[in-house]
């Protein structure tokens, strides 16, 4: 209750009749504290190769994945862009980290270069808060990127793992939450650069191809990840070319797999559309239609979130031969067994031969049924003593009728 006085007695004897009554106390006219949902819902989350279901995501949060390779050129930044971006469109708040001092490159491949005001640097010196660095993107408001430095910058003396996981401590007791993922993309090379962006990782990501030099040089990653403590690697292999794997000028995932000794996490082909992108500062996980290496980054994404791997398969040309003279039965029974051993895009196949199968027994069914020439003996109504005739007699037997029937209803068990 608030009383209200004045000099004059007149006026005074008036107001001490009356009082005034605030609606609300002094602590609810505080402003609110601005909170930033950890799942945003603006954008509607559907996987179409994944059962249609978010995945489950496992580990302690924050997961800290350093991507790395040794070797320069394979597709780290791009990696850690797509990766990055198809970790947001599923829900999850991500922050990537680009640890490569004087050569960042991220904020180019997601079209965010003009918005870089501030640096790790600045932050640490006391020249700006951390929330001030940090640059959201505007298609995915869960996804925000944290440069080291400026272009053409050295990096401080100051400045080493420590500092690195003082940032990322520091983006843990963040006001908004902690987010989900940490994605430190890492510089070239095995120098000190390379053991600042590792120092407060949990998680590697090693991004190889499918050549010798690369694999030296993954191999030598591989074992100055495990000395530093990070034992759960998992790799990625890039810009694979199956026409050259088939002329066996290019050693084969499996083949890759094998010397490395990794889990893999995913398989990534040659994608001419890859330039474009980057030149557009547009990831290729936004793309519409999507781009077969785009399907590939989301499924790699899929997988790093439950922490699960693939497994590369090898199947002789005697293989694929056979699956042209083998009944219906055989056929789909390889397919099932190829869902779950490990392909790169999961049920795809089945999805796409169940749609159109079922739409070719339709059209076939309603063919049938509206041709009045047709009887139980003749199917389709048509003269045998023509080509097409001939063609058409070998579909009326009576077991390719039932074979027909078991096409469809074993395409429908795959669904």
């Known amino acids: 209750m608030i009383s209200l006085t004045s000099s004059n007695p007149k006026l005074s004897a008036s107001l001490h009749t009356s009082t005034f009554t605030p609606n609300k106390t002094l602590e609810s006219l505080k402003p609110p504290i601005p909170r930033i949902s950890k799942n945003p819902t603006k954008h509607t989350i559907r996987s179409v190769l994944q059962w249609n279901r978010k995945p489950e995501l496992a580990g302690e949060t924050p997961r800290v994945v350093v991507i790395t390779s040794g070797k320069g050129g394979v597709g780290k930044t791009t990696t850690t862009a797509n990766v990055g971006l198809s970790l947001a469109r599923l829900g999850f708040s991500v922050v990537a980290i680009d640890a490569d001092v004087g050569l960042r490159n991220l904020d180019l491949l997601l079209g965010l270069e003009n918005r870089v005001n501030y640096t790790a640097v600045e932050v640490l010196n006391g020249d700006c808060r951390l929330d001030q660095a940090l640059v959201r993107d505007k298609r995915w408001s869960n996804f925000e990127l944290l440069c080291i430095s400026k272009p053409r910058s050295k990096l401080p003396l100051g400045f080493g793992g420590k500092a690195l996981i003082w940032l990322v401590d520091a983006l843990k007791g963040r006001q908004e939450g902690c987010p989900d993922f940490i994605l430190i993309d890492c510089p070239a090379g095995i120098d000190a650069g390379f053991i600042t962006a590792i120092t407060?990782?949990?998680?590697a990501v090693l991004v190889t191809t499918p050549d010798i030099t690369s694999l030296r040089d993954a191999d030598r990653v591989t074992g100055l990840l495990e000395c530093d403590g990070i034992k759960d690697i998992k790799m990625i292999v890039n810009r694979v070319r199956t026409d050259m794997i088939r002329g066996e000028d290019m050693m084969s995932v499996l083949d890759v797999q094998e010397m490395l000794g990794?889990?893999?996490?995913?398989v990534i082909p040659e994608d001419s559309e890859v330039i474009r992108s980057t030149n557009r500062g547009y990831p290729l996980v936004l793309n519409k239609p999507p781009t077969l290496a785009g399907?590939?980054?989301?499924?790699?994404?899929?997988?790093?979130?439950?922490?699960?791997?693939?497994?590369?398969?090898?199947?002789?040309?005697?293989?694929?031969?056979q699956l042209c003279t083998v009944g219906l039965d055989s056929w789909i029974l390889r397919l099932r067994i190829r869902k779950y051993v490990g392909s790169p895009y999961p049920r795809m196949g089945s999805i796409v031969f169940v749609r159109f199968g079922g739409i070719f027994v339709g059209l076939l069914m309603l063919f049938i049924l509206c041709n009045p020439m047709a009887d139980s003996d003749n199917l389709f109504g048509v003269k045998p003593d023509t080509y097409t005739g001939a063609v058409i007699q070998i579909m009326n037997h009576k077991m390719l009728r039932v074979g027909l029937f078991n096409f469809h209803q074993s395409f429908a068990l795959c669904a």
Do not use: H, T
């Open 200 to 203: 407060p990782a949990n998680e």
């Open 262 to 266: 990794l889990a893999l996490l995913g």
């Open 295 to 321: 399907l590939a980054f989301e499924q790699a994404a899929w997988r790093l979130v439950e922490q699960d791997s693939m497994k590369a398969v090898m199947l002789l040309l005697e293989e694929c031969e």
